[in-house]
């Protein structure tokens, strides 16, 4: 898929202070997005007008939400529930959509990480196309214990069983993104301190990870740079991949039907200096694939070992929200091109 290189609109964080913006997530049939405000502990919903302008139409917050540092964020396929993984307090949380359109604020579940799991530290999330399963990329820094884990999900309890896990010492590296194969018998999985992406079967019937990857992708060609979010598009024929080493993000050719990666060179990157792009993270396609959202965390040092710098002084306007679109999909915008800031964000989401 090919998306024009320069953003259409930008939603900048006025919060009262700098937030990583960890992760973003499309409804699967609306044009509305939900992202995950980590630093502040927020969720964020934005619905996207034809023209590909994003307002804020929810904000759900701690401590009513408990919500600790969201880390990532899923919509359920049929879009009433939206999941949660909370990077300080270990916990899935779970919010119900109402009559009125809305989340409630309030989760309808906290379900704690299983044992085996329960000290690492999530960053990736993915939920199947059926909605059966729930799969989770545990990974910090290269010294810290890491997992691939696969999860049941019963969106009616709602309850999360863990199922399998590739532990620490069956990984290549520092597990971030994971995305599901659209036939979901596979898991996507990219290696920040390694530049590869890791293809891995796993069996639907007995929940069971091969933790030997089918595929390796890696390599200068590819250009993966420290490699974060990674997803299918909605057609299943590409996926993109956000590479915060080196403020782009990526595209390739994807084998929905051999689960492969196809070619080496990428057939897209976004990147500067059209891109307008510093340390993107979180990725999301809208449901008919027009647009595309990737969250950044704007120029942060990044330490030896791979954990990110950033503190009271970090200017808050940094962290931002790129909306991209496909080329031809959408009529001629208003007004400016792009937005440096959007007054409805700074409005909801000021001290708290």
């Excluded at 019937?205 to 740079?225: D, K, V, Y």
């Excluded at 598009?233 to 689960?259: L, P, Q």
């Excluded at 969250?295 to 040092?301: I, R, V």
Aim: charge should be neutral; aromatic fraction near 10%; charged fraction near 20%.
């Amino acid at each position: 898929m090919s998306y024009e290189p320069r953003p259409i609109d930008c939603i900048t964080n006025n919060s009262w202070a700098y937030s990583l913006i960890n992760s973003v997530a499309f409804h699967p049939s609306e044009d509305l997005f939900c992202a995950a405000f980590s630093s502040v502990d927020q969720l964020i919903n934005f619905k996207v007008d034809k023209f590909g302008q994003a307002r804020v139409i929810q904000v759900i917050k701690h401590p009513t939400a408990l919500l600790r540092a969201p880390q990532h964020v899923v919509f359920s396929p049929d879009g009433k529930k939206i999941i949660v993984i909370n990077w300080s307090s270990t916990t899935f949380t779970i919010y119900q959509r109402g009559e009125d359109e809305l989340y409630a604020s309030l989760p309808i579940a906290c379900i704690p990480f299983p044992a085996p799991l329960a000290t690492l530290r999530p960053h990736g999330m993915d939920i199947s196309p059926s909605g059966k399963f729930l799969t989770v990329a545990f990974g910090w820094i290269n010294t810290h214990q890491k997992a691939v884990g696969l999860f049941s999900f019963d969106g009616e309890g709602p309850a999360i069983r863990l199922l399998d896990w590739i532990p620490d010492e069956n990984l290549p590296g520092v597990p971030k993104g994971i995305a599901f194969s659209p036939d979901e018998t596979c898991l996507l999985v990219t290696y920040s301190d390694l530049n590869c992406i890791c293809i891995y079967d796993f069996d639907r019937q007995t929940g069971r990870i091969n933790p030997i990857p089918t595929q390796t992708f890696e390599g200068e060609a590819t250009r993966l740079a420290r490699p974060e979010d990674i997803k299918v598009s909605r057609d299943g024929n590409s996926i993109t991949v956000s590479n915060s080493e080196a403020d782009y993000v990526t595209s390739y050719s994807f084998d929905c039907t051999n689960n492969r990666i196809t070619e080496k060179r990428p057939t897209q990157a976004l990147e500067n200096p059209d891109a307008h792009m510093r340390f993107p993270h979180g990725i999301a396609y809208s449901p008919n694939g027009a647009l595309l959202v990737v969250s950044q965390f704007g120029p942060l040092p990044v330490t030896s070992n791979g954990d990110i710098v950033f503190g009271r002084k970090t200017p808050r306007r940094q962290a931002k929200i790129n909306i991209y679109r496909h080329q031809h999909s959408l009529p001629a915008l208003k007004s400016s091109h792009w937005r440096r800031s959007w007054s409805s964000l700074m409005r909801l989401i000021g001290p708290r």
